[in-house]
């Protein structure tokens, strides 16, 4: 067997059948001759009692002294204990993203996904989820493997959402006509936020070992920090106003004055049912919040606006649809066409909800109370234990109810700051100690208590 030398592999002539001339100097070092003429490079050894072969690459790619040298590097290898040919058959195997997402997705649906409170994800955001994979992670990483994912490899997907690089319009089946995925830094950092979470559900499967997502830097979303000022808060007073002269608008604009007055998320105030409305106890007990089950304290404007409203409702939902007792279903169109030319353009639902906790921390509440009144997930150990809501709580649901819906029918207030004085604290204690009593009336110590 002669020395592979670049003479010898060009003068090789393609036979009936495959061969190959092995190397006299290099065992294991050869060179396969295909019946297409094609030639390439390979070693042969054994691992486990068993004969393998190793295709190193075909010669015009590599030379006979580079495969050589690639041939030295993994015999020794083999030598060491791996398996070169195993190795390649299992990276050729390797999952894509595309592959991932999709086992991702199986699960999704089929509840195993947890989310919040270690809950399986609700339908809404599956469907968001879903989408997120199909419009921007497979387009942008779908035939990359999931082994080879490097951080500088995801922190390219999100500069090139920020960048509105996916950015397409689609047909959807909620929407009639077509929809557009916009890119944008809170789209950006939702979805990598979703690919970490896809990536950790690989490390838990031992796809791979270390998420590449984690500690990457995101964007800030300016959605999150946006709240209305004062002035804002007058300019959608009256942008409501004109719109219930409206008949269509009418519904809308009950939604988007409950959003302002409670902070509720929209989901929750569109499909808010009379069974969670507890007028009586001044608050919502919504049974499936993005928190699952949540007591929400609501002040006195709303509770009179619920009232009033009982007395005509008819069906399960306090703003019904127009089928079959379902929920309003016209607010996402009513929005935008309210708000796309409005001074109020960038304003969204969660806006209200952010400017809502806002109000309450200018008016000097706690963080804590301020986390119960809108449900966050901090505030969730205090609601699991609310049965007949705190005079506290109520009281700053009113507080905060009051001034944001003077706000909204244009009153001027001297001061932003909340301080309730010394006297109405302690009359208010005074009517609380009053009613657990069953009293009618202040009694003498009440009253000394008061005074």
């Known amino acids: 067997m002669p020395k592979l030398t670049k003479r010898i592999v060009d003068a090789a002539e393609p036979r009936e059948k495959d061969y190959v001339i092995w190397d006299d100097d290099l065992p294991g070092f050869g060179l396969r001759v295909f019946v297409s003429g094609k030639r390439s490079y390979l070693i042969q050894y054994r691992s486990a009692g068993r004969s393998r072969r190793y295709t190193i690459g075909l010669h015009g790619v590599w030379t006979p ?72 992670i497979v387009p942008l990483l779908g035939t990359r493997r999931v082994k080879d994912l490097t951080k500088a490899d995801i922190n390219k997907v999100l500069k090139d959402v920020m960048a509105g690089k996916t950015r397409v319009s689609v047909k959807t089946k909620k929407l009639r006509g ?73 519904t809308t604009v009950q939604i988007i004055r409950q959003i302002a007055l409670t902070g509720c998320r929209r989901s929750e105030m569109i499909g808010l049912m009379w069974a969670e409305a507890d007028t009586d106890g001044s608050c919502l007990r919504l049974i499936d919040s993005k928190e699952g089950r949540s007591i929400r304290p609501v002040g006195l404007p709303v509770v009179e606006f619920l009232e009033e409203r ?14 079959d007792d379902n929920a309003f279903g016209s ?72 001034y944001i819906q003077g706000l909204l029918d244009g009153k001027e207030f001297k001061q932003t700051a909340y301080a309730l004085d010394r006297d109405s604290r302690k009359a208010a204690l005074a009517r609380f100690l009053c009613k657990a009593e069953g009293k009618e009336r202040l009694g003498a110590d009440d009253k000394r208590l008061a005074a």
């Open 178 to 250: 077509r929809a557009i995925v916009r890119g944008g830094a809170g789209t950006a950092t939702r979805t990598i936020g979703l690919l970490g979470g896809i990536l950790t559900y690989a490390v838990e499967h031992g796809i791979i070992a270390v998420n590449p997502a984690h500690g990457l830097r995101k964007p800030k979303d300016n959605v999150r920090t946006r709240r209305l000022t004062e002035a804002e808060y007058r300019t959608l007073g009256g942008m409501l106003r004109e719109a219930e002269n409206e008949e269509k608008y009418a």
């Open 331 to 402: 607010f996402p169109n009513h929005w935008e066409q309210l708000f796309k030319k409005s001074p109020l353009s960038d304003v969204t639902p969660h806006v209200l909800r952010h400017s809502f906790a806002s109000i309450g921390n200018d008016l000097g509440f706690t963080e804590v109370t301020i986390a119960a009144l809108v449900g966050h997930a901090k505030g969730s150990v205090t609601s699991k234990y609310i049965h007949t809501l705190d005079t506290a709580l109520i009281m700053a649901a009113d507080t905060i109810a009051g």
């Open 310 to 323: 009982r007395k005509t409702a008819i069906g399960t939902y306090v703003f019904p649809g127009y089928g």
């Open 65 to 136: 002294e580079s495969a050589r040298q690639e041939a030295k590097v993994q015999l020794g290898r083999v030598a060491a204990g791996d398996n070169p040919a195993e190795e390649r058959q299992l990276d050729h195997k390797a999952l894509t993203i595309k592959e991932l997402c999709a086992l991702y997705v199986k699960d999704l649906n089929a509840g195993l996904i947890l989310g919040k409170g270690g809950r399986p994800k609700k339908p809404t955001t599956v469907g968001t989820d879903i989408g997120r994979i199909d419009r921007h």
